[in-house]
């Protein structure tokens, strides 16, 4: 019996310490964010990520190994995505401890283009664009935010996270300003892209984003048709369509006007690489 408790006390101890010293474990919910609070954080905090590899925003419901992150997590940096909302009680039940933060406070939305059906009236009202992860002005706002809340959680570690901070913007500002040069000639022009995800970026260089989707749904053929119309009529080669949706419909307007489909990825992980590489494919298809 003493062995027993002995051990018990063991294990006691060694789950204390683990814990005392173990790093704070921070939910995002889109995997940009991870580059986000781990070019801050570095190794001070673990980070998991909601929204799985090749998952939309527009219909996630976490894994019972997610909800098991969920209840250790000390904070959720939330991006106003359209899963959160549905998800926000339900985190809140599963850990009262965790702290959600809002990082989009203070970001300047835009409004969302889309096609709608020549069918129907117009939209009485206007649909604020959520996809603020890629613009630039906006990622800034949200990268000071994580910037507080990750302070929030290790204020020791203040001096070091601002440190990263400056560094990382830093590294974004030469990247924009980069993109911005290659991409002045074409100030003005129009792209297609399947689902209007990239307005933020677009509107750095002044570019302009056409949806084939319509109101959010497949296009009909008829759609299809029109698009093809347009498109021609905009001089468009190349139609861009994310990782997380079908590419039929593109593929159909592509060989249509002989041009091509190029597939980008807006919820890619590595974020600032990932920006360059949509600059350099968005010059190319405007050349």
Same mark, same amino acid.
């Given at each position: 019996m003493k062995y027993f408790f002995n051990n018990l006390l063991h294990l006691f101890i060694f789950l204390s310490i683990n814990t005392l010293f173990s790093k704070p474990l921070v939910l995002v919910s889109i995997p940009p964010q991870k580059e986000f609070v781990k070019r801050i954080a570095k190794d001070k905090v673990e980070v998991s990520v909601l929204l799985g590899?090749?998952?939309?925003?527009?219909?996630?419901?976490?894994?019972?190994k997610k909800i098991v992150e969920i209840s250790k997590a000390r904070i959720w940096f939330t991006t106003g995505v359209e899963f959160e909302r549905?998800?926000?009680?339900?985190?809140?039940?599963?850990?009262?401890?965790?702290?959600?933060?809002?990082?989009?406070?203070?970001?300047?939305?835009?409004?969302?283009?889309?096609?709608?059906?020549?069918?129907?009236?117009?939209?009485?009202? +206007?649909?604020?664009?959520?996809?603020?992860?890629?613009?630039?002005?906006?990622?800034?706002?949200?990268?000071?935010?994580?910037?507080?809340?990750?302070?929030?959680?290790?204020?020791?570690? +203040?001096?070091?996270?601002?440190?990263?901070?400056?560094?990382?913007?830093?590294?974004?500002?030469?990247? #924009?300003?980069?993109?911005? +040069?290659?991409?002045?000639?074409?100030?003005? +022009?129009?792209?297609?892209?399947?689902?209007?995800a990239f307005g933020y970026f677009f509107d750095v260089f002044g570019i302009k984003q056409k949806a084939v989707e319509v109101n959010g749904k497949e296009p009909s053929q008829k759609?299809?048709?029109?698009?093809?119309?347009?498109?021609?009529?905009?001089?468009?080669?190349?139609?861009?369509?994310?990782?997380? #949706?079908s590419k039929v419909a593109a593929e159909k307007i592509a060989q249509a006007i002989g041009g091509k489909v190029v597939q980008i990825d807006p919820l890619a992980e590595n974020w600032l690489s990932n920006i360059e590489y949509m600059g350099n494919e968005l010059a190319k298809a405007l050349e």
């Amino acid at each position: 019996m003493k062995y027993f408790f002995n051990n018990l006390l063991h294990l006691f101890i060694f789950l204390s310490i683990n814990t005392l010293f173990s790093k704070p474990l921070v939910l995002v919910s889109i995997p940009p964010q991870k580059e986000f609070v781990k070019r801050i954080a570095k190794d001070k905090v673990e980070v998991s990520v909601l929204l799985g590899e090749g998952a939309s925003p527009h219909s996630y419901e976490p894994s019972p190994k997610k909800i098991v992150e969920i209840s250790k997590a000390r904070i959720w940096f939330t991006t106003g995505v359209e899963f959160e909302r549905a998800l926000l009680d339900k985190v809140k039940n599963i850990s009262s401890d965790i702290i959600i933060f809002d990082t989009t406070r203070g970001v300047k939305y835009r409004t969302l283009e889309e096609h709608s059906d020549e069918d129907e009236e117009e939209h009485k009202g +206007k649909t604020l664009d959520p996809h603020i992860w890629l613009g630039y002005e906006s990622v800034k706002v949200q990268l000071k935010n994580i910037l507080d809340g990750l302070v929030s959680v290790l204020p020791e570690e +203040k001096t070091h996270f601002e440190r990263n901070y400056n560094d990382y913007i830093s590294e974004i500002d030469s990247v #924009f300003k980069k993109l911005g +040069k290659k991409l002045l000639p074409y100030r003005g +022009k129009v792209v297609f892209v399947y689902h209007p995800a990239f307005g933020y970026f677009f509107d750095v260089f002044g570019i302009k984003q056409k949806a084939v989707e319509v109101n959010g749904k497949e296009p009909s053929q008829k759609d299809i048709v029109r698009v093809i119309n347009e498109a021609k009529k905009e001089n468009v080669r190349v139609i861009f369509v994310q990782k997380q #949706f079908s590419k039929v419909a593109a593929e159909k307007i592509a060989q249509a006007i002989g041009g091509k489909v190029v597939q980008i990825d807006p919820l890619a992980e590595n974020w600032l690489s990932n920006i360059e590489y949509m600059g350099n494919e968005l010059a190319k298809a405007l050349e």
